[in-house]
């Protein structure tokens, strides 16, 4: 039998370390620090993990997001309306100003429709890309969001989202050696317009001056292929200057397209700072009076686009008018530069609505059979499509009705 001292000794120790271990919890819970209010609460025991510092926004100036949207508001009167307007942003130590955007400038988010999502669900399925999401363009919910697909317009941009030159006031990526060229994409386009049932698209593209040809053939066979699944399908092609080689300007132009365009983009004395070194405005004439001469006057419609709001001057946008109806251009469009990010080229002025109209009206009085004008504007806006629609087609009748009487009087010559 254990003696009655070992027991003892056995019930002593754990007890010991009982009444340690409670002293010393005790102490933990009413210590305190010198940088802590004794009036704090005690942490919960049930959390084993430190309560996270609250976050907020110092900066109570910074504006909500109905300030960016249209709102449905009374009109004002265009003397208040035309008005720019700034505002204070920054911390108290560094403020600055900034101009708040023209209220003649904001757009709904392109959200919530479902025209707009079955048309980007249609493009990413068959590895298409455009232009509307690249260059983030202003105008997209309004032409993606029509009441069907029939209604809708969206410009394909072909050989891929990377672009080999860098102009000061595009969005798009660039890089040296974009990746090679899909040689599916002329069918996937195709397939993609004649599934929509469209009557008129745009096709452009970014430059590719790592190609030899710069893209013309591909652009070329991507149009036979639109045309051989839906001839009555009215073609543009937005096309890059192919380095100034009128050889590649002959082979898009032959391909069957129906309105060739290319953008000057601004005015010639802004055009060493706006575009990239490569491209001239010079050698942007060229390449619109070549693609003229090759199918003839009454064989193709030309067009261009102008950006206003990057300082160019009254006399300087007039001179470049006068040179564009020199060559034959037949369609203009003014649009507002909007900077895409603080990368890019500043805007120097937000030109109002009248002066757009004012424009518009001094291209019609020089010739141009067409002019878009609007500071929503873009060089593949739909406003003007339906116009050209109009203009190919009766163009396409007549040409058909004198190639009849044509074949009449050789018939009557010979009887």
């Known amino acids: 039998m254990a003696s009655p001292s070992v027991s003892l000794h056995r019930i002593r120790a754990p007890v010991q370390r009982a009444i340690a271990n409670a002293t010393a919890l005790s102490a933990a819970a009413t210590r305190s620090y010198a940088t802590i209010p004794t009036n704090t609460s005690e942490p919960s025991s049930s959390s084993s993990k430190p309560a996270r510092r609250p976050t907020y926004f110092k900066d109570t100036t910074v504006a909500s997001l109905d300030e960016f949207l249209e709102t449905k ?7 208040e309306a035309y008005q720019l307007r700034t505002a204070e942003v920054g ?12 209220e003649w400038l904001k757009t709904p988010i392109p959200a919530g429709n479902a025209n707009v999502k079955k ?21 997209l919910s309004e032409c993606w969001g029509g009441d069907n697909k029939n209604a809708a317009t969206a410009t ?9 030159r860098g102009c000061r006031f595009c969005s798009v990526k660039t890089n040296r050696k974009p990746p090679p060229l ?12 004649a599934r929509w049932g469209l009557g008129y698209v745009v096709l452009t593209s970014v430059d590719r001056d790592d190609l030899a040809d710069g893209g ?8 036979r292929k639109i045309k051989a699944k839906k001839p009555s ?19 898009v132009a032959d391909s069957g397209l129906d309105v060739y365009a290319h953008n000057v983009e601004t005015v010639e004395g802004l055009t060493p700072y706006v575009r990239d070194r490569r491209a001239t405005f010079r050698q942007s004439l060229k390449v619109l009076e070549h693609a003229k001469k090759i199918r003839g006057a009454e064989g193709i419609v030309t067009k261009t686009s102008i950006m206003l709001g990057l300082g160019e001057q009254e006399h300087e946008l007039v001179d470049a008018l006068k040179e564009l109806r020199n060559v034959g251009v037949d369609v203009v469009t003014f649009g507002q530069y909007m900077r895409p990010t603080k990368r890019h080229l500043q805007v120097e002025k937000y030109v109002t609505p009248e002066e757009f109209e004012m424009w518009r ?24 499509e339906a116009f050209i629609e109009n203009v190919l087609k009766k163009r396409a009748s007549e040409k058909g009705i004198g190639s009849v009487d044509n074949k009449l009087g050789q018939a009557i010559a010979m009887e």
């Open 156 to 164: 394909i941009m072909l050989m891929g989202d990377t672009c080999t």
């Open 233 to 251: 399908l009215l073609v543009e092609a937005l096309t890059g200057d192919f380095m100034g080689d009128l050889d590649m300007v002959r082979i």
């Open 91 to 102: 911390p108290a130590s560094n403020r600055r100003t900034i101009t708040r955007l023209p």
């Open 182 to 193: 899909d040689p599916h994409e002329p069918e996937h386009t195709a397939e993609a317009l």
């Open 361 to 384: 009206q001094r291209a019609l009085d020089m010739g141009f059979l067409y002019v878009a004008s609007g500071p929503l504007v873009r060089s593949s806006y739909k406003a003007g």
């Open 119 to 139: 048309i980007k669900s249609d493009l990413r399925g068959l590895g298409l890309h455009t232009v509307c999401e690249e260059a983030r363009c202003p105008n």
């Open 73 to 79: 508001s009374s009109s004002l009167p265009p003397t």
């Open 216 to 223: 013309a053939r591909h652009f070329a066979e991507t149009i």
